[in-house]
């Protein structure tokens, strides 16, 4: 492939990148750290303006990349684009449906037709979730209150809640011995 430099990319909107354009960029990244990746974007025909909607569990799963890829994907990312006005969230924090992937298959069974309440806030505290669903099992409500949680804030937005158990109902759950990127990253503080 062709050379082409940041100043390069900059000529032309992202969202209109060909797949083999976005596969050059990858290619470019950090002097080839993202090159791998190349042919399988072509492959998959990723253009510009899917390569802005990839999220943290696709580059995974999908794709392959390792958790320090993705964050290099994110950061380079972020140097050619304008940051996507109204997003609730950052590209560096993951989704409720991120979030819903690292349960396991036991417990997402356990969610998968848990209802929403027709009439609630737009957060709740701890108590007020365990209040809403007594009959689900403590340690599967801290979890999820752990995973929901933004910035030791107390409270869960009930929207997130919404798309967290829309996601156990699409998404199958991890098996007990599946690698989860999401626990590695709390737990390498922690050793």
């Known amino acids: 492939m062709m050379d082409i430099y940041e100043d390069d990319f900059q000529e032309k909107e992202a969202t209109e990148w060909t797949p083999e354009e976005v596969a050059e960029w990858l290619s470019n990244v950090r002097g080839g750290e993202l090159e791998r990746y190349a042919e399988r974007f072509i492959k998959e025909n990723v253009n510009g303006d899917l390569l802005l909607v990839l999220n943290k569990r696709e580059l995974n799963k999908k794709y392959r990349m390792k958790k320090d890829e993705i964050e290099v994907f994110f950061e380079e990312l972020e140097k050619i684009t304008d940051e996507i006005e109204g997003s609730e969230f950052s590209m560096y924090e993951d989704s409720p449906e991120d ?8 417990e997402v069974e356990l969610l998968e037709n848990v209802p929403m309440p027709d009439d609630h806030d737009d957060y709740w505290s701890f108590s007020q979730f365990r209040e809403h669903y007594p009959d689900l099992p403590k340690v599967i409500i801290v979890k999820i209150f752990c995973l929901l949680e933004r910035e030791r804030s107390g409270v ?36």
């Open 156 to 191: 869960i937005s009930i929207e997130e809640l919404r798309r967290f158990f829309q996601a156990c109902s699409d998404e199958p759950g991890m098996l007990p011995d599946e690698e989860c990127e999401l626990y590695n990253a709390m737990h390498w503080p922690l050793v």
């Open 99 to 106: 979030l819903a992937t690292s349960m396991l298959e036991k």
